[in-house]
């Protein structure tokens, strides 16, 4: 007779369907790390003098900290060492030219997002959603831009920002993580090949959703992107990210920075879906997702809102963050981590409160199956400056099975006596109790974990924008209805 | 409607049920009753099809189907209703939506169209004044929370809801002051019609006062020990299941 667990675990094991690969010409460094491939990325994108400075003072950080084997060791993952020689650290698809328009487009890249539900034409696409398309190393088309720049928004590629507004690339980058934050920061910010800039004017606010689309496609190719994101005083934007990659035995490494910058005022919401090929059944394989993002409520009233939904990857190693310096500021972060069969996850926040008033909430959902570990670690600091700062968090653990684990990690440390601070966890099964009851209604077993596992992380799920709400619901097999409202 | 025919369960080893037979007809209201440990919830659990429980030997009959060969849902698709003794809680769903899921389902199955959100609201609003429970409770997440009546009357509500062809409930009436059984009692007489059947599972004949049954059969140690009219209900509340360990035996032992 087949235990709960069983069957649930059956229910949760799905093909991973975004693993094709595109047949396209394309151009590619060789393998390995040093200050000459530095060079020619920077060469590659014509880059000012001054950023292919930077790029060479972090690659020089990050090789002393690789001498000294300083890569973080701290996390609840384990991996094999990583040859940072046996990676390519560009790959571009080939064009002639830069395509002014989207017929430009290689039809054969056209292809490839249409097949990931990702229409790149405007015309058929979602109301309300620009998206830039980031193909390996190089973003591919970014859509909407007239429509936006009419309004004064900055909505294109890294690439193409650092051509057309290097001043405020200049003044941001690096602003809120540092080449030194740590040894995949370090690693970005020296290879890092294209990503999404975005600059909303003051007292804009942004009518439409922007996001990127993140495909690895070449295989042994690492994939490193930079977005930086300005809101201006008063301005609003809500930002989306999703990720795809093929099906590959090795393991690729996939180590991006993101930086949010909100002042007084304005609000920032950035969502993701990841969904990176997370291995097979045997844990061969899978992307290794080692990400640095962080946001910096600068201003007064401003806020910094992320929603992730984590269910790709073989390894996840990522804490969006919100530092809190402008009185009254907001950080949040909402989150779903999944994972099966071998995947690992360490994921969590920090908040750090420097501002008065400034207010923080966590909700973290970590749900496990399979051999999957699932890790939350967050830290929670109110500095001697934080006059009444207040900050709830709610770590919430689901296990489907009994060979997968979750973890909690909560670190606090409050240094002001006015600070308020709440806490609370729960671990908890899917019983065969509540399947077979949801059964014995006329819901197959199925679609009742989806409904359990929905009910879980309706908090995280309804923080959502609608458009990724619908691509979350495929992606967990959830149903949304159930999760919104 | 169901023909139940020498059926044997056993839960770990340990036989619960040992050859009961039962024959129920469109249109009847049937009690069970008997004491703890009797076999009374096996029996409801193993008609729902509860796995954990093991069929060695006899037959379920349901509308001339074979009832054991049918997964759980497709036997509350098929319209068997289970009002469980224990309603599970299920945090996060809303009572709304876990109801509709239900109902689509079934519809689905049954070749109807899906209700719309409009459309069953106004469905699940009119069964509610059936069991005045409070419009509050649709929206939380279902039994979370709810007081032990609320949940009985939660599964009365979905009862109406489902409208099943055999309901079964299992001791439903536990546990529930005098007007929240006749609330429950109320749902359960709003179904009754020639097309459907009830199996009301309980320990105290105080529901067969507001819900009259056709027929009353004692489970006894596994077994169907005496069957009569509403009046054997009335002979146990004042005697007890105690004369009926003598008389079974020897009717047993034969």
């Known amino acids: 007779m087949a235990t709960a667990s069983d069957k649930i675990q059956r229910l949760v094991d799905k093909e991973y369907e975004y693993g094709f690969v595109t047949p396209i010409e394309q151009e590619v460094f060789p393998c390995g790390l040093n200050e000459e491939i530095v060079r020619m990325i920077s060469a590659k994108k014509n880059e000012p003098e001054w950023l292919t400075e930077w790029r060479l003072k972090a690659y020089r950080y990050w090789a002393e900290l690789e001498r000294a084997g300083a890569e973080p060791r701290w996390a609840n993952v384990t991996y094999p060492p990583i040859d940072y020689q046996a990676i390519r650290y560009y790959a571009a698809p080939k064009q002639k030219k830069r395509p002014r328009s989207l017929d430009e487009v290689d039809p054969q890249l056209r292809a490839t997002y249409e097949k990931l539900g990702i229409p790149l034409r405007e015309q058929e696409m979602l109301a309300g959603v620009a998206v830039d398309a980031v193909f390996d190393s190089v973003s591919v088309a970014t859509t909407f831009k007239e429509k936006l720049a009419q309004l004064g928004i900055i909505f294109c590629s890294f690439s193409e920002a650092v051509q057309e507004h290097p001043e405020l690339v200049r003044k941001w980058l690096g602003s809120v993580v540092p080449y030194t934050d740590n040894f995949f920061a370090a690693l970005n910010s020296a290879v890092f090949s294209d990503g999404s800039f975005v600059y909303v004017p003051k007292g804009v606010r942004c009518p439409m959703e922007l996001s990127t689309y993140f495909r690895i496609n070449a295989a042994q190719t690492g994939q490193f992107e930079r977005t930086l994101i300005i809101a201006d005083e008063g301005s609003y934007v809500s930002y989306l990210e999703g990720c795809t990659a093929p099906m590959r035995d090795e393991n690729q490494l996939h180590a991006a920075v993101v930086e949010l910058i909100a002042l007084d005022d304005a609000t920032i919401k950035y969502s993701t879906i990841q969904n990176w090929y997370p291995g097979d059944e045997e844990g061969k394989g899978g992307i290794y997702n080692f990400v640095t993002k962080r946001g910096k409520c600068l201003g007064r009233n401003s806020k910094i809102s992320w929603t992730q939904v984590e269910t790709g990857s073989a390894i996840t190693w990522k804490y969006p963050s919100c530092i809190l310096i402008g009185d009254n500021s907001v950080g949040e972060f909402y989150s779903v981590a999944i994972t099966n069969n071998y995947q690992q996850a360490d994921t969590g926040t920090k908040m750090i409160h420097i501002g008065k008033n400034t207010r923080s909430t966590i909700i973290s959902k970590g749900i496990s199956a399979g051999h999957g570990q699932n890790t939350y670690r967050g830290l929670v600091k109110i500095t001697r400056s934080a006059d009444y700062a207040r900050n709830y968090s709610q770590c919430d653990s689901l296990l489907l099975g009994d060979q997968c684990g979750a973890h909690t990690f909560p670190y606090i440390d409050v240094q002001n006596p006015t600070a308020q601070m709440e806490h609370e966890a729960t671990t908890s099964k899917i019983s065969e109790d509540q399947l077979f009851y949801c059964q014995q209604r006329g819901i197959s077993a199925e679609d009742a974990v989806s409904m359990i596992v929905n009910g879980f992380c309706r908090e995280v799920i309804r923080e959502l924008p609608m458009e990724f709400a619908v691509e979350a619901q495929k992606l967990l097999g959830i149903s949304l209805e159930g999760a919104v409202g | ?254």
């Open chain 2, 1 to 254: 409607m169901l023909e139940i025919n020498n059926l044997h369960v056993k839960v770990e080893d340990k036989e619960i049920l040992k050859g009961v037979s039962l024959k129920i007809n469109a249109g009847e209201v049937h009690g069970i009753m008997g004491p703890n440990g009797s076999g009374k919830s096996t029996l409801a659990q193993v008609l729902a099809g509860r796995e954990t429980y093991e069929v060695i030997s006899g037959e379920v009959l349901y509308r001339g189907k074979n009832l054991l060969a049918m997964t759980p849902e497709e036997r509350a698709r098929e319209g068997i209703f289970l009002a469980f003794q224990y309603p599970v809680e299920i945090p996060g769903v809303s009572n709304l939506y876990f109801l509709k899921t239900a109902l689509n389902a079934i519809r689905r199955h049954r070749g109807l169209p899906e209700l719309d959100a409009m459309d069953f609201l106004a469905w699940v609003r009119e069964k509610m004044k059936l069991v005045q429970m409070d419009e509050s409770l649709l929206h939380r997440p279902v039994n979370d929370g709810f007081s032990g009546g609320e949940k009985k009357r939660n599964e009365i509500l979905q009862m109406a809801v489902l409208e099943p062809t055999l309901a079964i409930l299992d001791e439903t009436d536990s546990g529930l002051d005098i007007d929240a059984l006749k609330i429950v009692a109320r749902g359960v007489n709003s179904l009754r019609s020639d097309e459907r059947a009830i199996l009301l599972i309980t320990h105290y004949q105080r529901l067969l006062d507001y819900v009259v049954p056709d027929r009353v059969h004692v489970l006894y140690d596994g077994r169907i020990v005496k069957s009569g009219g509403r009046e054997l209900a009335l002979e146990l509340e004042k005697r007890g299941y105690g004369w009926l360990e003598e008389e079974t035996n020897v009717g047993v032992v034969r």
